[in-house]
Structure formats: C-alpha cells, structure tokens
C-alpha cells in the first residue's frame, strides 16, 4: 500500500482516468503520479486534449479518477464520502477560472464574500475580511459593481481575489490569463507570484503560455494522460 | 446568510421578470381561490360552535316513508314536546317551541295613530325558560326563569328591541307593548343580546309558549295536539347527558311512539321515525332545513376545494416547468458556487428561498383580489364572508401554511435538479449533453400534459353544463309556460268570495286572455301527494298520486290537451282528470279506456272524467309521474293563474297588465302586498343550483385555460431562445416564417392533442355521473368533446404565435452573428 509523505501538500498515485467506449477505454489520465510540496509553484503544460484540465480538476477534487489514491494534506481524498472532501475542499483549496466565473447577479464584493458564508463565518468577521482583500487588490471602488460593469482583468482580479479570501493553501487556475491582453495577464501572473513567494501559498496552474509557465519553480509537460517530462527551475 | 439568499433570490427574480410575472400569476390565482373557499369554509364550520354544551345538542327530527318514498320534516308532533323529558331516560333537557309563519304582522303602538307596522315578518317564536336554558343568551334585561313563565310576555333580542324601540334602553323596553296578527298583545319582559357570532338561531321574537293557546287558530291547536300530526313549526331540541348514546335515545323514541300513536303509519301506508340530529349538521343539511333559510352545502364546499386545489396545482406546474426548463441559465452560477464551496444543501435552501419569495409576492398578490372575488361573487359567496375575515388567526395561520406548501410543492423538485449539477460539466459547458436533459423534458412535457388535461376538463365540463341548462329550459313541458303569470292570494284571507271579486275585475282586462283559480302551477318546487287505489276486476292498483287543483280553466291557461273525455266544470267534485302516466299505470292503452272508471282514496272514490296529456309537475331532475287534476273548490286554494295574450311589438301591454292587476289587487286586499311571479321565470329557479354552478365552471375554466397558456408561452419563450440559431440558420437556407412557425408550435400542440386524448374519457365519464342527476337530460354528444379540444388546440396555437411568429421573423443575420 503507497503512503503519502508529511512534506507533500497532495499526493496522486497511479492515478487512472478513462471513458468506456464499447470494448476500449478511452484514457484521459492514464496512470499518472505526481507530488505535489507545500510552496510549490507548479505550471503544467502540454496541447489539447492532453489532460491538463482533468488533471487539475482531479487535484481540485471536482473530478474523481477512476483508479488510483489521492491524498491531500495526509487524507486519502480517493477514500472519503462526498461530504468530508466538500469539507477539505472548502477549507484548503482556491478555484481561478480562465472565464473568471463570477455570479453575474452578485457584485464584486458579494461575489468575494460568497465562499466565507458558505463556511458559516459571521457577518462582522466576513465585512472585515473582505474589506481587507478588496484593500489589497485595490478594488475598493469597484466593490458594489456587477460583473458585466468591469473589464476582464479586473473580473479576473475578483475571481483571484473571491478564490483567496478563505485562505486557501493550494491556489489552482486554469489557464488564468486565457482571455486577458498581455499586460492584464502579466499583472494576475506578477500577483500568483507574489502570493506563492510572500504568502507561502502552494499554486498549480493550467497554461498554454510559456512565458507564464516560467513564473513557476516547476514546469509538469503532459501529453496523452501521462507525465512527459517534470522540469525545476 | 438567509438575508444573503434573500438578496440573491431577488436579483435573479428581478432580472427574469417575464417569467416571474408568469409564476406570480399563475400561483396568485390558485392562491386566491384557495383563499376565498377557505375563508367560506372556516364560516361554514363556524356555525353556532359558541353554544356551551355544543356537543350534547340535539335537534329532534323526524324521517317519514310514504309508500316508499323517503321524506324528511324538522319538526316533531307538537305533544313529543311536553313528554319526552320525563319519559325518555338520558334526556337533561329538553326544549320544545314554535315557530310562527312568516308573515307575522307586528305592531308596535306608540300612541299615535300610526304606530310601527311591520308586514310579512318572519323568526318569530314561541318558546320558554326551557330554549333559553339551552342556548344560552346574554340577559340584558329581564331573566330567563320567570321572562316567559306566562302567556303574552315576549323577549326580544338587542337588534330587534332597537328597531321596534330605537331611543330606549333594555330596561326602558321592559312593559311595553308589542302586537302580534292584531290579536296577541305581549308585553317586553326581557332583552338578550343577540349570540355572539355566526348562527343559524336567528330569532329574534320570543313570544311565550303558553300564548300559544290564543295565538293559533282552533285548527291548529287541535292538530298540535295529535300524535300523527308534524309540522316543521314544532321544533324540538334536547341535551342528552354523557351516558346516553343517540342510538339508544332514538330506540327509547321508537318505543315512545308506539305507545302514544299505535297505529302510527299504517293511516298513510308508510313509516315514522324520529331522529337525532347533531347540532353541527343543522348548518349542512338542507333535508331538514335551518332556521336561517340558507344551508351549506358539503359537496359543493368539496367541489369547491377540488377547483382550488386544481387551480394551485395548475400554477405549481407552471412554476415547475418554467424553472427546470431555465435551470441551464442558472447551471453556471450553480457550478460556480460549488467549486467556491457551496454543498448541495445550501445550494437547495438558495433556490427554495427564491421560491418562497415568489409564492409570498402571489400570497400578497392573492390578497389584494379578495374584496374583487367577494364583490364578483356576490350571490355565491355568504354576505357575511368580507375582507375583515383576513384578519382572523385562523386565515393567517392557513396562509403561511398554504405558502410553505406552494412555495415546497413548486420549489422542491427544481431546486433538487439545479443543486444535482456537476461542477465540471457545467464548467465545461456540458449541460446539454448527456441524460440529465432529456430527463428534465421528459418531465416538463408531462407535468404540461396534465395541465392541459386539467384545463380541457373544464373546457368540456362547462360546455356539458351548458347544454344541460339550455336544454332543461327549452324542453317542451307539456304546458304552455311563457305569457302566464301567477299570484298568490292571502291564505290568511282565504275568502272564496273575495277571490271571485278579484278574478272578476281580473277579467275585464282586454290584455289578459283566460284566468283559472287552482294550486301551484303545473310545475311547482314542491307537489302534493296521495296514495290511491284501483280496483280492475281481479287485481288492486296501488299507486301514489300527485294532485294538482284547478278549476275548468286550468288545463286552458296552460294549454294542457285534453286526450279523451272532459274538463271539470263547475258542478264536479268528485272527478278527476288524469294524466298519461298514470294511464299507463293503470294498464290501459287508449285514453278513452280510462273515463268512467273510479279511483279510490281514504273513504273517497274519484271518476276519472278526461285523460290530459303528461306534462312535467317538477323539475326535470325528476321523471314524470301518475298525477290527477282534482276540481279546485274541494280544497283551499289561493294561487290565481293569470294567461296574458302574446306581446306586440313595442311590448308594453305587459306592463299595463301587471300594473292593472296591481291596482285591482290594491282594492281587493288593501292589506296585503302583492305577491306575484311568471311561470317561466319561476320554472328557471329550479335550476338556479345548475346555473350557479355553470357560472362557477366558467370561471375555473377561463383562469384554468390562462394559466395554462400562460405556461405554454413560457416553454416557448424558452425554447424560441433555445432555438434561436438553428432559427437563423434554417431562414439562411430559404424556410419560410410559416414553415419555421409551424416547425416550433409543432411539439407543443402534439401535447395539447395528447391531453385530449387522455381527457376525454375521464371527462366522459364525469359526465355522465353528472348527468344521472336528471331524468330527462341532454345528450352526451360528441361534438361536446370536439368543440372543447378544438378550443383548448386554437387557444394554445394563439397563444404559442406570439412567440414563434416574433421568433420567426426575427432577422438570421441578428441571430446568427452573435454566435
């Protein structure tokens, strides 16, 4: 039986995701280990189609694997009952969206508080937290704007922000930039840098930029559900 | 947190307003419905609940068989009263009175000329210390021992002492004088306030039983005194103690009877029985009648909550289809809140709390229709329902719980299907693909079939209804019924003589044609019956016989044929014409077979001088039966029928005839106030319950049809959206807006025919349940069905070209460049 180890923030061990397609298995992951430290900065790259976003997915625990162990802070997440994961889930890890993924209903400050009242944090205690992010972001004034009354890096400043006011410990992005300009993307990769080196948060993100890949302190190339090669930098 | 879903809830409301208007109305009026038959029903159920010993109250009635026929009187023989306490173990109390007819004549002598007269006054009682002890009244003068211990004493209530005595107090009214018929002078000994709230006690005179002696005539004082005697005047209401059981007191009575009355029965070839009838059914049960006139009825209060259950369904449905038919506008937001950390739960309560804001705005919604259903409703709905209702404990109670269960019943199944969603399909654009939709539709088109199955029900039921009406009011009667008025004379004042005067000025009017002195008009609510005998030979023949009474000119003003024989003249008295029916009965087959034979009643044998042709004596719930016209001067009669000649254009002569029998009647009974009426309006009455209840079809049928097209324009505002590139893309290659409409109204009007399919035997069979309630009734005909699927198909296919002809038109290139 494979243990996880103490200095791994998260663990994935012959980790197997497949499609029955009559007689064959179609493999979107196939028999993939990875792990993954706490402070770590990891770009995984790799073409269409090659698993980047299930695999983060699987990470994110939005997604289950259909063979193989996953552990995460030293719980085996492939062993837990739906709630115990949601509740993992809740407490450690940040979600950023390359659609940004904001409740169109919702302004920028509600959107930034929603995650806090879904952990039950008390309305005084929720004002002063997000107050504080919407402080260090410098959206102060946009905080009773809607969505669609922003432009897409400002949105995406919001879903950065909204994914880190629970203090989560891994931070995951899919493809962050994806629908940014250069200079709005620059500043978001500028702010997970800042993030991974000051605050100590763990960061995987999804990319197809190697510009952004090298803001990391490691490089997972994937092509076919596998691992094709792991660089440090 | 709650305050955060409220919020969200309002937003998502406020940006959907179409379909949040769609929902709101559709709930409010299922709402409002609910609301109001609640409200009849919480008034109904009201009904004398106040009485202390309520539970222990009975009223002593008594069921009759004659010759079969079951036949049910509120009353009692007026000596049950006097014993049934002492001889009836389990009796505490007992509490006998009468009731005066309702055209007591009332006087009020101030001293002057002209004091108070009141005509035609009716809750007048005669009754005592015993009523008194068991309904209990607050005393404002006066005291119930000793108030009404001896004759011409009377006790009014508050309300009445006001009106005959308005500047003077309860203890100023005390000795004055109150006439009752100019003949029994009474003395105030007491004022009670009237019973605090709704009750069918509703006297208001209590003359004291022993005046009795004096106020009724010789007749019917001696008729009181007889055990084989009822009338519904003698009332009886008794207190049973806890041991006693209402089966073994109506066993006790049984005995009782047969001790005082051993031939009890056999005199009228039937049955006597006397029955206990809780205090809490006197309010819904017409077959013994209340005090009060009107009576609730159940099975109309049941078919009123069917409608309003129907109509709630009807917009919970909506509500359904049009949030799950939305649910992938909202899959985003709800992938979004749970990879941010929302579990399923909280995901649910977000969406049941949208919803219960909708049903409060239909609740708040519903309320404001009130005053406009109680005004439109006037007629069906008790006066004494009005909005101030609203502030009762008991409606607000039922309105919260109405809200949860809407707002549960509408909510619960969206809010699972929303909440169900994966995070990653969502994210990843996935909603459509896989089972989960095709599920959602599967139960949409379901939930739309039932609502059009619902709505074509009603649609067919008021059509049936309608025919039914229109039938039973054209059907040819046998009698001539239009142009013929009748007038009731004075039964107080029932002087042959006087009549003859007043028939004699009748018949110098040029605008009359003929005028006969008889009973009832040939169709009558209520009809006189006797059992009689015919002797052929070798066998007996007994039947019962309706009677009607009528001089020689009864069969001409109705226009009855004469099939054999003759008419009554003026020197006949023991001859009777009879109709076709009992011809048949008596086992002839030509009419001129039956003349000269005789027919036996009590110590009497009738000839039969003439056959007339059948003609219906009721209303048409009831078929044809053996029925004589007897020579009106062998009986007390008082109904004058009046034959007008037909209106000429212009039309007036009816007017100057009516206003001529007014005049003459003026001069004749300068006392009374004429009391006249047309045949065929009084013909009409009979089915005033029919009527009602078409009016009622009606309305549920329109808000059932609306709301349901209501729904149908939400599912094709969706799918128009849903729609909206193939749209695009099928215009680009050449279809026309014809095609295109026909192509989107296609799959909805396929639903339309199916719930058509499926209704029409159910409404078959409702139908003719129905319609067993008439003898003579109307066909059940197909066209009945066609006509009110075609309606419900238009009406949808109207309903649904708002949508597809906009959405058709639309320019593709719009449609298409925004993909």
């Known amino acids: 039986m494979p243990k996880s180890f103490n200095n791994n923030m998260l663990s994935l061990q012959h980790i197997s995701k497949y499609y029955q397609n009559g007689p064959n298995k179609a493999y979107v992951i196939n028999d993939l280990s990875l792990d993954i430290e706490e402070g770590e900065f990891v770009s995984i790259m790799g073409p269409s189609g090659s698993g980047k976003s299930t695999l983060l997915n699987i990470i994110g625990m939005l ?17 837990l009952k739906e709630k115990q994961r ?6 450690y890890i940040g979600f950023v969206f390359q659609a940004y993924h904001l409740i169109d209903e919702l302004t920028v400050y509600e959107n930034i508080e929603t995650p806090l009242i879904y952990q039950d944090i008390k309305g005084s205690e929720r004002k002063a937290l997000v107050a504080d992010m919407l402080d260090r972001f410098g959206i102060v004034g946009k905080k009773d704007l809607f969505p669609s009354q922003l432009s897409g890096g400002q949105q995406q400043l919001v879903g950065v922000a909204r994914a880190l006011i629970s203090k989560p410990k891994l931070l995951l992005a899919d493809e962050p930039t994806g629908n940014l300009n250069s200079k709005q993307g620059e500043e978001i990769m500028e702010l997970f840098r800042k993030l991974n080196k000051e605050d100590g948060v763990t960061i995987v993100q999804v990319t197809h930029s190697e510009k952004n890949a090298q803001y990391g302190s490691r490089i997972i190339n994937l092509l076919d559900g596998r691992i094709e090669s792991s660089i440090t930098l | 947190m709650l305050k955060n879903y409220f919020k969200t809830a309002w937003r998502s409301i406020m940006r959907q307003k179409v379909f949040t208007m769609i929902n709101v109305t559709g709930l409010a009026i299922g709402i409002s419905a609910a609301l109001v038959i609640y409200m009849i029903a919480v008034y109904d159920f009201s009904f004398d609940s106040f009485h202390p010993k309520r539970d222990k109250i009975y009223h002593v009635v008594t069921n009759f068989t004659f010759s079969g026929v079951p036949y049910k009187n509120g009353g009692v023989t007026s000596p049950l009263g006097g014993v049934i306490k002492n001889e009836i173990a389990g009796i505490t109390e007992a509490a006998p009175f009468y009731i005066a007819n309702d055209d007591t004549k009332i006087t009020v002598p101030d001293g002057t000329a002209t004091p108070l007269n009141l005509k035609k006054q009716d809750k007048v009682v005669y009754a005592d210390a015993r009523y008194f002890n068991i309904f209990q009244y607050k005393w404002l003068a006066g005291e119930a021992k000793t108030a009404l211990s001896t004759p011409y004493k009377v006790v009014l209530t508050q309300k009445q002492a006001e009106l005959y005595f308005p500047r003077l107090t309860p203890a100023q009214v005390i000795g004055r004088k109150v006439i009752y018929n100019d003949t029994v002078n009474t003395v105030v000994t007491g004022v009670v306030e009237n019973l605090p709230g709704n009750t069918d006690f509703v006297f208001h005179d209590f003359i004291s039983f022993s005046s009795m002696g004096v106020a009724l005539s010789a007749d019917q004082q001696k008729y009181n005194q007889r055990w084989d005697n009822t009338t519904s005047a003698s009332q009886l209401f008794v207190v049973l103690d806890d041991k006693a059981t209402v089966a073994n007191i109506e066993a006790q009575l049984e005995k009782l009877q047969k001790k005082y009355d051993p031939n009890n029965g056999k005199d009228f070839n039937g049955t006597q029985d006397f029955k206990l009838q809780p205090l809490k059914d006197i309010h819904f049960n017409s077959e013994y009648a209340t005090f009060n006139y009107r009576t609730a009825n159940l099975t109309t209060l049941y078919g009123l909550l069917a409608i309003a259950a129907f109509l709630l369904v009807l917009g919970c449905i909506n509500f359904i289809n049009l949030t799950t038919a939305q649910a992938v506008n909202r899959a985003k937001e709800i992938g979004i809140r749970k990879t941010i950390g929302g579990n399923r739960k909280q995901i649910i309560v977000q969406f049941l709390s949208e919803t219960f804001l909708i049903t409060v705005f239909a609740v708040l919604v519903s309320i404001a229709l009130v005053p406009l ?80 199955v619902i709505a074509q029900f009603f649609i067919m039921a008021t059509i049936l209804v309608s025919k039914q009406i229109s039938y039973t009011l054209n059907k040819d009667l046998g009698f001539k019924q239009d142009a013929v008025l009748f007038v009731n004379t004075p039964w107080r004042e029932n002087n042959a003589d006087k009549k003859q005067v007043f028939v004699n000025k009748l018949k110098s009017f040029p605008q009359i044609e003929n005028i006969s002195i008889g009973s009832t008009p040939p169709s009558s609510a209520g009809y006189n019956t006797t059992s009689v005998k015919y002797i052929d030979g070798k066998k007996e023949i007994k039947t019962d016989l309706q009677l009607k009474n009528g001089d020689e000119n009864y069969i001409n003003v109705y226009k009855i044929k004469l099939l054999a024989g003759r008419n009554i003249t003026k020197s006949d008295t023991t001859q009777m014409m009879i109709n076709e029916t009992y011809l048949h009965t008596l086992g002839f087959k030509k009419p001129e077979q039956a003349i000269g034979k005789f027919i036996e009643h009590g110590d009497t044998k009738d000839m039969v001088i003439g056959v007339v042709n059948d003609f219906y004596s009721a209303s048409l719930h009831s078929p044809i039966k053996p029925l004589a016209i007897v020579p009106a001067w062998k009986y007390n009669n008082y109904v004058v029928h009046v034959a007008l000649k037909p209106k000429t254009e212009g039309g007036g002569e009816w007017k100057k005839a ?81 095609q295109i409409v ?16 499926i209704v ?8 003719h349940k129905w319609i067993e309630n008439f003898a003579e009734h109307t066909a059940i005909s197909w066209w009945v069905f066609a006509l009110g699927g075609l309606a419900m198909l238009l009406t949808a296919i109207i309903t649904l070209s708002f949508q597809t002809v906009k959405a058709a038109m639309a320019n593709p290139v719009k449609s298409l460049r925004s993909e």
């Open chain 1, 63 to 79: 997604d289950a694997p259909t063979d193989g162990y996953h552990y995460f802070i030293d719980q085996p997440v492939h062993q």
């Open chain 1, 86 to 91: 949601s509740a993992l889930y809740k407490q």
């Open chain 2, 373 to 452: 259903i109680l005004k439109f409703f006037t007629g069906f709905i008790p006066e004494d329902i009005t909005v101030g209702m609203l502030k009762e404990t008991s409606i607000i109670i039922f309105l919260i719980l109405l809200s949860v269960i809407v707002c549960l019943l509408s909510g619960f199944y969206p809010a699972m299907v929303l909440s169900g969603y994966k995070p990653v399909s969502v994210l990843k654009n996935q909603t459509h693909a896989g089972t989960g939709k095709t599920r959602n539709a599967w139960l949409r088109k379901s939930l739309t079939v039932t609502q059009f």
């Open chain 2, 658 to 738: 009516i206003a001529q029998i007014q005049a003459a009647w003026k001069e004749v009974y300068p006392e009374y106030d004429i009391d006249y009426g047309f045949v065929d309006e009084s013909i009409a009455k009979f089915y005033e319950s029919e009527q009602r209840m078409s009016k009622l079809l009606a309305w549920s049928t329109g808000l059932s049809v609306f709301i349901s097209c209501l729904g149908l324009l939400g599912l094709a505002i969706y799918t128009t959206g849903q729609r909206t590139k193939e749209i695009g893309i099928r215009k680009v290659l050449g279809s026309s807006v014809r």
């Open chain 2, 742 to 757: 026909s192509l989107l109204s296609k799959e909805l009007v396929l639903l339309v025919i199916l719930a058509f399919v």
């Open chain 2, 760 to 767: 029409t035997p159910l409404a078959w069979w409702a139908m």
